[in-house]
């Protein structure tokens, strides 16, 4: 079988909503764009829902309930909202495996990149937050579908990693002859998505790999994807991503003190969004 024949006829698993892609064109540098943004929000009851219960989770401890639109946009600043949308345009494609405990630790682990990573991605200032953001919350989008597709075979796999560590895409290569990156690829030329994100899908593992316009927003992916695994957010082994992070930090030209520097503010980022991941 190839990575192509995996996704045909795979009906379970839907397109990309197009609010993602339209919450990526909205810039947070023009004066409408909190009024867009709030738009956006307002057509969909379950995203204002979920809008509304991160703000009033990162409200925590004070006394006012943050009841509406303006105010839950305002409580989480643009950016963070914006993050908001994202995740929950894209949460149900994590739902929908019969992995279960492991289809959760796939979402958290796709959140933590996703804000590690762009937390780096803001403080270097080389690319779009946003854009690393969304891409880190989909690079190991491969992994779901291996799951809804192989699920016995997947599954079981997930968790020998789990339970023993280890290198999880060798030992996709092995039983399936591909691995999840190339399963992503596959699933994303369906999909009308930047070729950035298509790139960070299937090379975050080889960063150096990645066309050369997108070589640092795999870089800031391949980072997250580190930053998450150290903190055992995730399924497989921290040195398993070890040649991807040199040479993510290569491409940055990150020495060793600069990256710690780096991790440390994604570290701050994710404790200053963590209601982000415990009420998703
Ligand atoms: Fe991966
Ligand atoms: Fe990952």
Same mark, same amino acid.
């Given at each position: 079988?190839?990575?192509?024949? $995996? ?13 993602? @892609? ?55 600043? !643009? ?10 345009? $894209? ?26 990573? /762009? ?8 690319? #779009? ?30 968790? #020998? ?8 895409? #060798?030992?996709?290569?092995?039983? !399936? ?12 030329? /369906?999909?009308?998505? @930047? ?62 003190? #600069? ?5 440390? @503010? ?15």
């Amino acid at each position: 079988m190839t990575p192509q024949e $995996v996704i045909q006829n795979l009906g379970e698993l839907p397109p990309l909503p197009q609010v993602a @892609t339209q919450v990526i064109r909205i810039s947070a540098a023009s004066d409408t764009s909190s009024e867009e943004l709030k738009d956006l929000i307002r057509t969909d009851q379950a995203l204002s829902t979920q809008v509304l219960k991160i703000a009033n989770s990162a409200m925590f401890g004070r006394a006012r309930e943050v009841t509406t639109l303006t105010q839950a946009i305002m409580t989480l600043g !643009f950016a963070t909202t914006r993050s908001v949308v994202l995740a929950c345009s $894209v949460k149900h494609l994590f739902n929908r495996g019969p992995a279960g405990i492991q289809e959760r630790i796939l979402w958290e682990h796709a959140l933590v990149s996703a804000l590690t990573g /762009s937390a780096i991605g803001k403080a270097m200032r080389v690319t #779009s937050a946003e854009e690393v953001f969304l891409a880190g919350l989909i690079h190991d989008i491969g992994k779901s579908v291996l799951a809804l597709k192989f699920p016995e075979a997947y599954g079981a796999l997930l968790r #020998s990693l789990q339970n023993q560590g280890g290198d999880g895409l #060798s030992v996709e290569l092995d039983i !399936f002859g591909f691995d999840h990156a190339m399963v992503g690829e596959a699933l994303l030329r /369906s999909w009308s998505i @930047t070729e950035g994100i298509e790139a960070v899908v299937r090379w975050h593992h080889d960063p150096l790999e990645a066309p050369a316009d997108y070589r640092q927003l795999v870089a800031l992916v391949a980072l997250g994807n580190q930053v998450a695994l150290d903190l055992q957010v995730g399924i497989g082994s921290p040195d398993s991503l070890a040649g991807a992070t040199w040479e993510a930090m290569d491409i940055l030209h990150l020495d060793a003190g #600069s990256y710690e520097r780096h991790r440390i @503010t994604a570290l701050e980022a994710l404790e200053r969004d963590k209601a982000l991941i415990t009420e998703f």
